[in-house]
């Protein structure tokens, strides 16, 4: 959590700096640098005490040299400098995060049992997005879920079609007009 925090500042400073192309390409360059940090050897070399924090830096401004930003550059010394360049995984993240934000365009999941035809989850991300002010795609997720739930995370909304909620309320509804 606090890695976040910390990584919300540097991101929020790259946005103040960079126009929307340069952030995309941005956002795709520490995608690439994130994976490396998947890699067991990399984090080996990037938590090993024996290697210095420049060699550690030079190593990740080698990664990044085809971008030829400036900006970028003074960014990973910055975080070598300050013993920060795991925060390069959390800084995509949130990188991405604040593109979409920006752009209004953002990911979600539909899940549910039953199979559900890639033309009514069209429907669905078009009507939500409407509803949203957003453009939205959504993904079918098979589950073992007895209905249908929508989530976009970016945007904290999750919808929830139950058959046991629906029934449940049909009772009510019933034994109130009893």
Known sequence: ????????????????????????????????LS?????????????????????????????????KSTEINNLIRLLGENGRLDLIP???KDLKRQIASIKRVYNGRIYSSSTIDQDSVNTIARDLGKKMDATI????????????????????????????????????HILKAI
Not at 152 to 163: G, H, P, R, T
């Open 1 to 32: 959590m606090k890695q976040e925090l910390i990584a919300k500042r540097y991101v929020q400073s790259l946005v103040s700096v960079m126009d929307s192309e340069s952030l995309d390409n941005t956002a795709v360059l520490f995608d690439l």
């Open 35 to 67: 994976t490396a940090f998947g890699d067991t050897k990399f984090q080996q070399i990037m938590h090993s005490n024996d290697i210095a924090s420049t060699v550690k830096t030079n190593l990740i401004l080698e990664m990044a040299a085809s971008a």
């Open 90 to 92: 959390a800084i995509a």
């Open 137 to 172: 795609s959504l993904q079918f997720v098979p589950s073992d879920y007895s209905g249908v739930r929508v989530v976009v995370d970016d945007l904290n909304v999750e919808i929830d079609f139950s058959k046991s909620r629906l029934n449940a309320q049909i009772v009510e």
